[in-house]
């Protein structure tokens, strides 16, 4: 039996190596979702000092806004997208990059580089690229496709984010997936050889399914990211042309901040997260039946 003293100081001591953590994360992260709850049912603007409350009716809101829906269908293509070609281009980078081809830790830094480059300034580069460079190439090349900005054209605008994302997060990926594919007992894939497996059957029956748990993080940190992209979305191309590529996260910023109508642009944040929530817990949910054991 543990006397009271004994009690006291284990709890002295997990208080003394947690409670600063723990203190950081209730103010940080917990106190202001807490917050960011209760406004969802206030009527305040964002700068008036009183509110009041308002019930559900900021979340009837959200439902008729027909604006919010949209840029969410249209955040949900470009995250089907985005995600598909991010861990397609970043797997087979991994495949090439593990078969000891010459300076691939090089080739796996330069890969990784467009990650560390922060969304705004990504934005701007990708703007100038897109505006400037393809356009005097088309122009001196006679390729039609880079005849104009694709930036000036709601299609080819949608497609511009969904390059410059792949770009910056298939480094990341590519790493992730490196080491899943480092993991893969090399035993198991000379017995296979033995037994006069190509490469094809080895990759779809034995490395595919050993590297579940790679596609499961992957794909979860690319939906995570994907669907709350907003700086890569406003500089490169601030929602335009026409609104065309305003995606759900600059639509609630928009609505809280520069609409100020704060209590229903919060209500769309919540319901935003949830819906976000709920994919991704799906996808590792599912995800999670296909792991296998070597």
């Not at 511009?160 to 790493?175: C, D, E, H, K, R």
């Given at each position: 039996?543990?006397?009271?003293?004994?009690?006291?100081?284990?709890?002295?001591?997990?208080?003394?190596?947690?409670?600063?953590?723990?203190?950081?994360?209730?103010?940080?992260?917990?106190?202001?979702?807490?917050?960011?709850?209760?406004?969802?049912?206030?009527n305040?603007?964002?700068?008036?000092?009183?509110?009041?409350?308002?019930?559900?009716?900021?979340?009837?809101?959200?439902?008729?806004?027909?604006?919010?829906?949209?840029?969410?269908?249209?955040?949900?293509?470009?995250?089907?997208?985005?995600?598909?070609?991010?861990?397609?281009?970043?797997?087979?980078?991994?495949?090439?990059?593990?078969?000891?081809?010459?300076?691939?830790?090089?080739?796996?830094?330069?890969?990784?580089?467009?990650?560390?480059?922060?969304?705004?300034?990504?934005?701007?580069?990708?703007?100038?690229?897109?505006?400037?460079?393809?356009?005097?190439?088309g122009?001196?090349?006679?390729?039609?496709?880079?005849?104009?900005?694709?930036?000036?054209?709601?299609?080819?605008?949608?497609?511009?984010?969904?390059?410059?994302?792949?770009?910056?997060?298939?480094?990341?990926?590519?790493?992730?997936?490196?080491?899943?594919?480092?993991?893969?007992?090399?035993?198991?894939?000379?017995?296979?050889?033995i037994?006069?497996?190509?490469?094809?059957?080895?990759?779809?029956?034995?490395?595919?399914?050993?590297?579940?748990?790679?596609?499961?993080?992957?794909?979860?940190?690319?939906?995570?990211?994907?669907?709350?992209?907003?700086?890569?979305?406003?500089?490169?191309?601030?929602?335009?042309?026409?609104?065309?590529?305003?995606?759900?996260?600059?639509?609630?910023?928009?609505?809280?901040?520069?609409?100020?109508?704060?209590?229903?642009?919060?209500?769309?944040?919540l319901?935003?997260?949830l819906?976000?929530?709920?994919?991704?817990?799906?996808?590792?949910?599912?995800?999670?039946?296909?792991?296998?054991?070597?």
């Amino acid at each position: 039996m543990i006397s009271e003293k004994g009690v006291w100081n284990r709890l002295r001591s997990r208080l003394l190596f947690t409670g600063p953590t723990l203190f950081a994360f209730l103010t940080v992260m917990i106190v202001p979702f807490a917050y960011g709850i209760y406004l969802t049912f206030t009527n305040w603007d964002g700068i008036s000092t009183t509110h009041t409350l308002v019930g559900f009716q900021n979340y009837g809101e959200v439902f008729k806004d027909e604006v919010f829906w949209q840029s969410f269908g249209l955040t949900l293509k470009y995250v089907f997208f985005s995600v598909l070609l991010t861990n397609v281009i970043a797997f087979l980078l991994a495949y090439m990059l593990t078969k000891g081809l010459k300076g691939q830790s090089i080739f796996r830094a330069g890969f990784f580089l467009p990650n560390l480059v922060g969304g705004i300034v990504l934005g701007f580069i990708w703007q100038f690229i897109f505006s400037n460079v393809l356009v005097y190439f088309g122009a001196k090349t006679g390729i039609s496709i880079f005849s104009g900005s694709w930036l000036a054209e709601p299609d080819k605008a949608f497609w511009s984010l969904v390059i410059v994302t792949v770009w910056q997060y298939a480094g990341y990926m590519m790493v992730i997936y490196v080491a899943g594919l480092m993991s893969v007992p090399n035993d198991i894939q000379e017995a296979a050889s033995i037994d006069g497996a190509n490469g094809w059957m080895k990759m779809r029956k034995m490395i595919l399914p050993l590297m579940i748990p790679s596609f499961i993080v992957c794909i979860f940190l690319s939906l995570q990211r994907c669907f709350m992209v907003y700086d890569v979305n406003l500089s490169l191309t601030k929602g335009g042309p026409f609104k065309s590529t305003e995606f759900v996260s600059m639509h609630v910023y928009e609505k809280a901040f520069l609409s100020r109508d704060y209590g229903v642009g919060q209500a769309e944040a919540l319901v935003l997260f949830l819906l976000v929530a709920a994919i991704t817990l799906l996808q590792v949910y599912f995800s999670k039946k296909l792991e296998v054991e070597a």
